[in-house]
């Protein structure tokens, strides 16, 4: 089977997975909404103003007609006057309204905008792993819009539309109420039916909000793929898989869209049927005296008030179930629980001299407990006097980059314990932990702004002198000073108008600038030509003195004048010592050094 077809067929079978089963999360907004609750009420108190016009409007309607027949003007001309100014007051209250209602519902989406994201800073590494940045993309834009233009429209339109349902009935019934009680006949049968559709509608959605999510994740994945799938000369598959992934996402919509069209169509006959009847019934009441001729033109207004209304509701009924999916979306990111957590008791790490011990330290990436795990580290023990280098080689999958990722603490150990100067990470805050520690990545990864903001990144405010000066360290000042506008120089996405050196001794200088006691520098150099190492091995070493320094290297030749080097295999420390120590051994490091430059 072709790999965009075999794609497809695993998709599809996702897509076809019956929609699971949550109750409605609705209310878990009300925290968001409390905040606000002051407009809401004055919006709300606007609404009952417009909403109380509605029958006099009926009653206006009623007496003009009266009085065409009767053909006097000058009453005609009075109640004219009257209804404009009924009018210029509604018109007013219907804007305290909207604007009202628009500022309450703006305001909570972005409350639950910024407190899902936050919540999504709080989450382990472990969670960012196997996460789709489309669909956290997609949830925190696209769903939360959604919540927001519903939380607007229940208070827009579907209570003010509830209230003239409610007043104008009232009205209805005070003018016939027999004619009334036959109208209504037909209501439960609406109301069961608009139920109805709006489940259908919530099911689909569901699947609608998963395609559209998976169509953000595609784009994502093949957007930073780009430079693979040219080089594979693979565009037409990469169409391909986009033009499936679309192809479902609109069938899906297209389902939905079918539903509400048929809602429509049902509901209209009714609501005609139910006109029909009123004109019968209206007749009748008028032969038997019970119903003057303009009292019947008032009761015909009042239901032409009805009209749009049901309308309303009936549509914005159909958008809530629609967007409790968007709803379940976002509630279930805040679900989500970090595998690292704060003791409620921990403390601030006091500066550090970086002595770090691992003691009996065990660690597996497996999520629950199994009877034989696989283990990453096992029963390691190592102690980092406060500023040595160590040196970490091996093959992959040795557990180097899981050792220098605990020591941060972005995983959380199953057994034993780390301790950077006597002091267990566990019983420290993570700000005050991480704030003294300094990662080079292999992969540098740099934002949208500018050089010097990328520099001191995670700083609101700082100095451009220190900037500089740790630009210097890093052996980036002169390429910086080179750019059109030096520091201020804005970056592409990714910093992708920079070479892989330039923007490795840019991580170099963010990490000079927070001064960190305890650096790790994650194949730092492995990327890039021999001029860039050169410079970048420079500044590494620069940076690296009265500091500890945990070194994961696969070129040998950058860590051949560590303090030590640490062989790794199997989740455990085999060899230890220096380069030379190592070669004279004739073992396990020499076999891989050897291996490299023969």
Known sequence: MPIAREFAVKSRRCCDEPPLKFRSRYRELLPYLRPHRGTIAQALACT??????????????????????????????????????IFIVRGAVQYGQDALMAQAALATALDLRKQTYAHLQRLSLDYFATAKTGDLSYRLTEDIDRIGEVINKIF???????????????????????????TLVIAPIMAGLIGWFGNRLLQVSRRSQAQVSNLASLLTELFA????????????????????????????????????ALQFVVVGFLEAMSVLLLFFLGG????????????????????????????????????????????DRVFELQDIQPSVVESPEAIALPPITGKVEFCNVSFTYATEATRSPNWVLRDLNLLVSPGETIALVGSSGAGKSTLVNLIPRFYELQQGK?????????????????????????????FAGTVAQNIAFGRVAFELEAVIDAAK????????????????TMLGERGINLSGGQRQRLAIARAVLSDPQILILDEATSALDSESEALVQEALERIARDRTVFVIAHRLATVRRVDRILVMERGNIVESGTHQELLQRGERYARFYAQQFD
């Open 48 to 85: 009952l103003g417009f909403t109380l016009f509605w029958p006099v409007l009926g009653w206006l309607a009623g007496r003009i007609a009266n009085y065409i027949g009767e053909g006097n003007v000058q009453a005609i001309a009075q109640l004219a006057g009257w209804s404009a100014v």
């Open 156 to 182: 827009h339109q579907f209570v003010p539309s509830v209230l003239q349902l409610i007043v104008v009935l009232g009205y209805m019934i005070w003018l016939n109420w027999q004619l009334t009680l036959a």
């Open 225 to 260: 793929g780009m430079r693979l799938v040219q080089g594979f000369a693979a565009e037409d598959y990469a169409i391909d898989r986009f033009s499936q992934e679309a192809e479902r996402n609109r069938n899906t919509k297209y389902t939905a869209e079918r539903v509400k």
């Open 284 to 327: 009748w009441q008028i032969s038997r005296g019970n119903l003057t001729g303009a009292g019947f033109v008032s009761y015909i207004a009042g239901v032409a008030m009805l009209i749009d209304p049901i309308s309303l509701v009936t549509s914005n009924y159909n958008e809530f179930k629609q967007a409790e999916a968007s709803v």
């Open 418 to 446: 780390i301790l950077i100067d006597g002091v267990n990470v566990r019983d420290v805050t993570l700000r005050s932990l991480r704030r003294q520690i300094g990662i080079v990545p292999q992969d540098t990864v740099l």
């Open 473 to 488: 360290v890093a052996n980036a000042h002169d390429f910086i000073s080179q750019l059109p506008d030096g520091y201020y």
